[in-house]
């Protein structure tokens, strides 16, 4: 397993999880279905309770990880933010891995099923955001009105609502105006 790549998808997921509002996926979930079993407000709430448990559950694994890290003496603090704290653990996977192998191997096994079920849940409940994330980026084109969006369609990349111009993860997910907004 890649960690560093399950920290960087774990991660994406959670802002995803944290950008969804319950209400536009029961939207969606209604259009054009001929029969619903489940109220709307049944479904929101169920909806906002699967995505309460899985953004706690993240938050509780990343903060607890980050704490390996510090006993570790791999990191000098631990930032206060979930998605600061998983670009961390991305960031020093190695020695994160390191610290779990000196716990034995049942130990770091249960540390990366873990890790693999997190993302499991969270890849789970960014599902349901299939629908297009609208970012505050203009677009970098010079004189393109455009802005960026995210859609929800698997694909890393954002791109301009107008021109079409594509920025991919590797770009974008630097940039703070994105990645800080809701995930704290
Ligand atoms: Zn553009």
């Known amino acids: ?3 560093c790549r399950e920290f960087q ?3 994406r997921d959670y802002e995803t999880a944290c950008h969804i509002d319950p209400r536009d996926v029961v939207d969606s979930c209604n259009r054009g279905k001929a029969s619903v079993p489940q109220s709307p407000e049944m479904r929101e709430f169920e909806l906002r309770d699967q995505i309460e448990r ?3 559950r993240a938050a509780a694994a990343a903060e607890y990880w980050c704490h390996e890290l510090l006993d570790a003496e791999a990191i000098a603090w631990v930032p206060p933010a979930t998605s600061a ?3 961390v653990l991305a960031r020093n996977a190695e020695r994160l891995d390191d610290a779990w192998q000196a716990g034995g191997d049942l130990s770091r096994q249960c540390e990366l099923d873990e890790l693999a079920a997190l993302r499991a849940d969270l890849a789970d409940v960014a599902r349901l955001a299939w629908r297009r994330i609208q970012t505050p980026e203009p677009c970098l084109s010079i004189e393109c009105p455009g802005r960026y969006v ?4 698997g694909s890393d990349d954002i791109k301009c609502d ?3 111009d594509t920025v991919p993860y590797s770009q974008w997910g630097r940039w ?3 990645t800080g907004q809701r995930a704290a």
């Open 9 to 11: 998808i774990v991660k």
């Open 162 to 164: 107008r021109c079409g």
């Open 1 to 3: 397993m890649d960690i």
């Open 150 to 153: 995210y859609d929800m369609d």
């Open 176 to 178: 703070h105006s994105i």
């Open 54 to 56: 899985v953004i706690g």
């Open 85 to 87: 704290q998983l670009t």
